[in-house]
């Protein structure tokens, strides 16, 4: 009777401290879900840049012991293309990576912060444009007003025109059809160009067939992986855009819910996500001209100083446009202004 007793009280005991490891892992588990994120990308699942912004989520995860957990939504997702702003305004999704292209209406001076054309591809030029002469502080308010919270941005590699036809100077873009959207458009009509807005799985086609004569690309990858060098040979020498700067946001609500010592670990980890988007795109951008150099790629020759000149030209011809477009633009347009008399 009484091993009998024993036994059940061991069972007993046995269960009560399961019950009560369970009810210690429900603690934690409530306590590793306290801020559940979800983060917006423009990239597809899967690809280079796309398991970047999967790393940064994990990593925001790690740094905060599990207490922020993010949700990374690929393009495709759930969010649209041109809506991802708009819902991380709205709190739809709590972070996101826009492209700042896709909202000029919605934030103007996001024209001006990615790089106007003619801009330079000098990342250390651009880490002190936006750290040291203002850049940055003019974005953190340009953001605030539309709710958001701006983090560490990061740069990817400049913007580069593809053509069917070499160029052997500025002359050479006259009357040439070439697919650049937006801002980049504006650019080249100032060279003589005739500028086409085409969505990217339509270049290949376009340049095949001789609906246009030349395209540019996001960066070098963009142009490797839509195979263009197969029916566009010739690659011009000075970059369209200089290399991009494009932001990391949060909806300010859910950031003012943070802990200072959680908005520390969060804006870590975009600096460290900003350093390995720099590095990797540089090594892919790299990877990108020796594949497409061995099909047969072709650089035009070094520009002339009257063309580096009339390129300068073409894109300063755009400050006074966007300068006009808010308070913000203007702001980062005088910017620009100061540090070119230096």
Not at 268 to 276: E, I, L, Q, S
Not at 289 to 315: F, N, R, V
Request: proline share 4%.
């Amino acid at each position: 009777m009484f091993n009998l007793f024993s036994k059940i009280k061991k069972n007993l005991m046995a269960t009560s401290i399961v019950a009560l490891l369970g009810l210690v892992t429900m603690v934690d588990t409530a306590s590793a879900a306290e801020y559940n994120w979800r983060f917006a990308n423009l990239y597809g699942r899967g690809t280079a840049f796309g398991e970047l912004y999967k790393d940064l989520a994990a990593d925001i995860e790690k740094r905060t012991n599990g207490a922020i957990k993010v949700q990374v939504l690929f393009s495709g997702e759930g969010v649209g293309t041109s809506g991802v702003l708009g819902a991380a305004k709205s709190g739809l999704i709590t972070m996101a990576a826009p492209f700042q292209s896709m909202h000029a209406g919605e934030l103007p001076s996001g024209i001006v912060e990615i790089g106007l054309p003619g801009g330079t591809a000098d990342t250390e030029e651009l880490y002190k444009l936006f750290h040291e002469q203002g850049f940055g502080d003019v974005m953190k308010k340009a953001y605030d007003a539309q709710g958001l919270v701006w983090l560490e941005p990061y740069i990817q590699p400049a913007v580069y025109i593809i053509t069917k036809k070499p160029i052997n100077s500025i002359a050479d873009f006259q009357g040439l059809k070439i697919r650049a959207p937006g801002a980049y458009g504006k650019f080249l009509r100032e060279l003589g160009a005739s500028p086409v807005s085409l969505a990217w799985s339509e270049i290949y086609t376009s340049l095949a067939t001789g609906v246009i004569d030349g395209s540019i690309g996001s960066n070098m990858i963009d142009h490797r992986d839509g195979n263009h060098v197969e029916v566009a040979k010739y690659m011009y020498k000075l970059p369209l855009a200089g290399a991009q700067v494009l932001p990391i946001v949060v909806n300010k609500a859910a950031w003012n819910k943070l802990s200072d010592d959680l908005k520390k670990e969060v804006y870590a980890a975009t600096v460290d996500h900003a350093k390995a988007q720099l590095e990797n795109s540089k090594k892919w951008e790299k990877e990108a001209i020796d594949q497409m150099t061995a099909k047969g790629l072709q650089w035009s020759p070094e520009p002339s100083d009257a063309d580096k000149a009339a390129w300068k030209k073409a894109g300063a011809g755009l400050w006074d446009e966007y300068s006009s477009t808010d308070k913000y633009s203007k702001e980062l347009i005088d910017i620009l202004r100061k540090n070119e008399t230096k």
